[in-house]
């Protein structure tokens, strides 16, 4: 990524945007009915990022990181810039932009793993603790 985001782990929903507002004028975030299963998504060509209304605000706090690192790094969803390579890298650094390493590792202990009981104490989803936990694997040092 070029300049990091204003954003840290402990943040909400409504505080990343109130940030962002700021700290990155240019930069819309919206919120919208996206089709599907879809949560966010970013725009190029209109240098927005929309978020589905009808989600909760923690999975509205995640898609919006999400979409935040594909605006950082010029992914485009209207132009098939998201899957693949794209994708795994942009899963791995939210994941790393949302977990406090710290945290996690009392989070892992106090729930003894369990994902569910993990993703609520980090206020995170589920799929953020998955993609936290591969990075992990990815980096062990043998």
Known sequence: ????LPISPRMSYGQMRHVLSTA??????????????????????????????????TRKRCALVHELVHWRHGDDATHGCIGGRNERRCRR???????????YALAERMYDGEPHQMAAELNVTIQIIQDYRQWLHDNVTV
């Open 24 to 57: 990155e004028p240019d930069l819309h975030v919206r919120s919208a009915q996206l089709p599907g299963k879809l949560d966010g998504l970013y725009c190029l060509s209109t240098n927005t990022v929309l978020i589905d209304w009808r989600i909760t605000y």
């Open 1 to 4: 990524m070029t300049n990091p």
């Open 93 to 103: 650094e939210t994941a790393m932009l949302l977990i406090n390493p710290a945290e």
